[in-house]
Structures are given as C-alpha cells and as structure tokens.
C-alpha cells in the first residue's frame, strides 16, 4: 500500500535534471527540487518498484547552493526545474550531465569542452522562450478559467498569473488571456494557446472546438489591439489556422542573424530554435567551429527552415539542407529567396530511412552539420564514410542519443571527438543542449 503521509529524510545527491535522491530504508526517493545535503519534508506521489518519486513540502535545512526561485509557481509547475540554484550551477549540472552520458555510453571524453553557450546579462536566462503552448482549462470547481503549464506533478494546468521564462511580452499576458477567455462563450472550448513570438510581431493561435460568435470574435480582437498581438484561430489541424486580427496579417513572423545578414521567415506552428539570443550565439559559434571556407560543400542535415543553412551559405561554395517536413523545405526554399542567396538547396527526405545509395549521399561533402530530433542521427552516421566530411559538427538535444552516435563515429576509427559543450538553450528548465565536433582522422597512406 502507497504511503502518503508526508516524510523527512536527508538528499544525499542531486540528479541532472535537478531532482534529489533520498535512501529511505533502503529504497530510492526522487525529490524533485531538492539539493544534496539538504533536509526535507516530501510526500510520495508516485510509486514504483525500484524508485519512488516525491513532491517537495519544505526545506527543513538548506544547501548553500539553493537560491530564492524568481517565479511564485515554481515548484507546481511543469515548466521549470531548475529556479532553485543559480544559472551558473545549472550550466554545471548540465555539463556534468553530458560528460556522464559521453563517458557511460561512449566511453569517450571530448579532446576540448567547449566554453558553455548562453545569454549574458542580469536578464540573461529570463524571458526568453519564443514557442510555446499554453494549455487552458475551464475549472467548473473553481469557477476560473487557468492559463499555463502542466503541473509538475500532475495533468492539471498551474494555477498561474505570469511566466518568467516566456519571451516578452507573453510572459505578462497570462492573467489578461485569462480575463479574456473567461469573458468568452467558448470558455470551456477553448484548450490550447499556441505562441509564436517573432522579433517583428507575436502572434497567439486560439484553438477552439467550437466557433467562436460575433461577441467573442470582438473580445479577441480587442485583445488583440489593447496588446499588440496577432490572434488567429485553429479549427482543426495545422492547415486550418487563419488570421483574426490582424486580417490579412501585414507580413511574416520572422527572427534576424545579424552576423550573417539573415532574416528567417517562419510560422508559430514551424520548429525554431526556442532562445533567440542564444540560437544567435550558435549559429555563429557553429559556423566558426565547422571551419567552412569558401570552395566548401556543405551538408546541413535535420535543417528545418534553414536556420544554419542560410548563414552556412553566406560562407560556403554551396549547401544542400535536408529536411523532413514539407512545409518546412517549402519555408526554408521561401527563406533562401527572401534573403537573395542563390548557393543552396534543399530536400525533402525521411533520413531515418537511408540505404546509401542516395544521390545527395554519394556526392560527399566537406563539411557536416547534423541538428536532429531527440532520437539522434545513427542511421546516416552508419553510411558516414560515404558521405567522407573532414569536420562534423553535431548539434544535439539529447545527450544520450549524442553519446551514442559519437561511439558509432569514433567507434568505426575514421573520427575524433575534438570538442563538445553545452548550450543552455533552455535555462531553468533540465532540457540540456549540446554540440560536438568531429574531426576526420588523418589515415597514414
Ligand atoms: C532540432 S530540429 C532542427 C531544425 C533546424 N536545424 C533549426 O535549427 O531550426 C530537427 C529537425 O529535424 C526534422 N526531422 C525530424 N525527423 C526527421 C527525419 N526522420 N528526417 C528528416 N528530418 C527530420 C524536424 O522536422 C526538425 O525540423
């Protein structure tokens, strides 16, 4: 039978995303929120066979280490993690979670750790999310209507009245949405807020079930005026989203690369790079570490809507980006004209699904970039020699995936991992962002 009355135990040490470990009678307990050395007061939510995880009630003694969280939800919920220690330790924490994962998985350490990538300045680590979704929740008890997060520990949205991490101006917008929708007689028909935060414009896509009436249209667009935002509606699947206010919408989303005179055009629904300033700060840092020079053909793999293949192509011979959504290539082909540059291309295909005999594979090139999803990249590393590039460089989201592909390159003897390190893409939250770089061993002839 599950016990849960709260307990007090000792957290002898923390995990990488921040959680403490406590050994009660000789069985694991998860804390989230709580750091080594620190006496706490938790209750179990969720028990398992070998472990058990626990909400955090109180901090009887505290770690040197914990600092006071910025955001009064922080702790129920979902979207934070990490508040409680300085960003400093937080990029710790995520470089030793790395290093672990390359060491346990790859056996390896890089030749170099890269210096870490993140924001400076006071409002570095704030701020800074440019999408999301925010989940809505009609709460009939309650007699409220809730914007935000999931909980932490539970499927329910966080009862919350502003973001720390969500890019200006959305952050403060949560109580105002909640007015809003309570106003509506779609309240309970309303569940989701996609957000799509441009250097140009914000836009906030409404997903409604139920069609909205006159009234409501007329609340949404004032909304829309009093805060300067775009509010469109969604009906169904991606293609049914359509501009309310402003109608027709005056032009694109888009966000700049300054140092490659770039500007990326993209839709709230399209993956970008989460963090503005530091997406700047990687592409740049990316670009250097590659090496590429003018004559060079460049592979941009996973590119989305040519967030590095655009600047790539600002200073390489030529660059193909690979992609598999569609609508992504057709954005990225859209990009490459909006910004007047004629060196790429780009293609649609499935490269989990490769059997190196494709055209674009046995072509080669001389420098490689990989940005893929969670799952990582094995199956066109595989066909790597094919390909031949003398530098790699592997842009990761997952550390685990990251270590496993890195033992299959170096494992095949033709790569060395020279460098790696961190990006704190995603300050506060555990979610650890990573780069590599490969170097094609020199053979002796
Ligand atoms: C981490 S994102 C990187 C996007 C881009 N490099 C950027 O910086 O904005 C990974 C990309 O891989 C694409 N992707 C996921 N699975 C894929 C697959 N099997 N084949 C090709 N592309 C895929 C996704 O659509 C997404 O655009």
Not at 306 to 323: H, K, M, Q, S, Y
Not at 327 to 346: Q, S, W
């Amino acid at each position: 039978m599950a016990r849960r009355e709260p307990e007090v135990a000792r957290i002898v040490s923390t995990t990488h995303d921040g959680r403490g470990i406590a050994d009660v009678a000789g069985k694991k307990v998860f804390v989230a929120g709580a750091l080594e050395g620190e006496e706490v007061r938790f209750l179990r939510r969720k028990i398992r066979r070998k472990f058990d995880e626990a909400e955090l009630l109180e901090v009887l003694q505290s770690s040197r280490s914990r600092i006071e969280p910025r955001c009064e939800a922080f702790g129920r919920c979902g979207g934070c993690s990490l508040q409680h220690i300085s960003q400093q330790e937080q990029r710790e924490l995520k470089q030793r979670s790395l290093r672990d994962n390359l060491q346990r998985i790859a056996g390896a350490e890089p030749e170099n750790w890269l210096p870490p990538i993140y924001a400076t300045g006071k409002e570095g680590g704030w701020h800074y999310r440019r999408r999301a979704r925010l989940a809505v929740k009609d709460v009939y008890a309650k007699g409220r209507v809730l914007v935000g997060f999931h909980e932490r520990h539970a499927p329910f949205v966080t009862d919350m009245h502003r973001c720390e991490v969500l890019a200006d101006p959305v952050g403060n917008l949560i109580d105002p949405l909640i007015e809003l929708i309570e106003r509506l007689s779609i309240r309970s028909r309303l569940p989701q807020i996609e957000v799509g935060i441009g250097d140009n414009a914000v836009e906030l896509i409404f997903r409604v079930l139920d069609p909205p009436n006159d009234d409501d249209r007329a609340a949404m667009i004032g909304f829309a005026r009093q805060y300067d935002v775009r509010v469109s509606l969604q009906t169904g699947g991606l293609d049914s989203v359509t501009a309310l206010y402003p109608d027709p919408v005056p032009e694109a989303l888009s966000y700049d690369l300054p140092d490659f005179d770039v500007r990326i055009e993209f839709e709230s629904t399209d993956f970008v790079q989460i963090n503005g300033p530091v997406n700047r700060l990687l592409v740049t840092a990316t670009i250097e570490l590659l090496q590429v020079e003018t004559h060079h053909r460049v592979l941009d793999l996973f590119c989305g809507i040519g967030n590095f293949t655009l600047p790539l192509a600002r200073r390489a011979g030529e660059v193909l980006g690979i992609e598999g959504e569609q609508r992504l290539v057709e954005r990225a082909r859209a990009n490459a004209v909006l910004n007047d540059i004629g060196n790429v291309a780009f293609l649609k295909a499935d490269l989990f699904e490769i059997d190196g005999n494709e055209s674009w594979l046995r072509a080669g090139c001389d420098r490689l970039l990989l940005d893929p999803a969670r799952s990582g990249s094995l199956e066109l590393i595989k066909h790597i020699d094919v390909l031949g590039p003398e530098r790699i460089v592997y842009v990761s989201c997952h550390a685990g995936t990251l270590a496993r592909d890195a033992a299959e390159l170096s494992g095949q003897g033709n790569y060395r991992m020279t460098a790696a390190g961190i990006i704190d893409m995603f300050p506060h939250t555990a979610h650890v962002e990573s780069i590599a770089v490969f170097e094609k061993v020199a053979k002796n002839k």
